[in-house]
């Protein structure tokens, strides 16, 4: 297992998966995002400079965190079986779900809700994200929730009409959708009655527990600064958004 300590100038691997604004590569192969530039801003007050971002499937990045394959990973919402497998920093982001659907949305699927009472209409979501749980305590059936290991093949199965909605984060599919313009998509963003915004957090592994606590407070004194609020609005994140976990 990776137990470098908090001063040794090992590789500093971080777990990610393609989900702008969060974590994206350029057309150059860079990978940036939001995560991405958080993370390393920190590490680089607590010097760890030599940041790694390994590219994996959402389902293995806590399993990748246990066995060592990365330190740390991409934000992630914190959930009681989550904290079975990992540690969390604190809150790097507050977000509202939302449908990525098709231009005009013809189903009129405004949220959970309309999804689970609407008897042909058919959901997208990840496996292990929490918004395949929120659509089950919903009420859709499994009979019409499709699983899929990445964004853009969920995001593509709502182009090509083989699923009518797109369960995610609201800002995940305002960037797929500002990176894929010429797909009739829009968004349809899940009401705070309905599902109120979650807060999400870097993952550390059990045993690095001294790590994570060092990470933390650099990253408390970087949060809500105006380096990191003018980093955050380069990804579409407005100051009232960066508010929530400030403080």
Known sequence: MLRCAISAKCTMKFGFLIEPPFNFRLADGTVTGCDVELAKA?????GEAAFEPVETEFAELLPGLASGRWRM?????????RKKIAIFSRPV??????????????????????????????????????????????????????????????????????VD????VARSHLAFREQ??????????????????A??????????????QAFD????????????????????FRDDEIDLIVG
Request: with cysteine; aromatic share 10%; hydrophobic share 45%.
């Open 199 to 212: 807060f999400g957090c870097f993952a550390f592994a059990k045993h690095d527990d001294a790590f994570r």
């Open 42 to 46: 920190v590490l680089a007050t607590i």
């Open 217 to 236: 407070r650099a990253l408390a004194e970087y949060l809500g600064s105006r380096a990191h609020r003018a980093m955050m609005a380069r990804y579409g």
């Open 73 to 81: 990973t991409t934000g992630l919402f914190v959930t009681e079986e």
């Open 180 to 197: 894929r313009p010429e797909l009739d998509l829009e968004v349809a963003r899940v009401s705070a009655a309905e599902k109120e915004p």
């Open 165 to 168: 909605a797109y369960a995610s």
């Open 93 to 162: 982001w507050a977000l509202a779900d939302g449908l990525l659907v098709r231009k005009g949305n013809p189903k009129s699927l405004t949220g959970y809700r309309a999804i689970a009472g609407n008897s042909i209409a058919l959901v997208a979501v990840i496996r292990g994200q929490v918004q395949h749980d929120a659509a089950v305590q919903f009420g859709v059936p499994a009979t019409r929730i499709r699983i899929f290991e990445t964004y853009s093949e969920a995001a593509e199965a709502v182009a090509q009409g083989t």
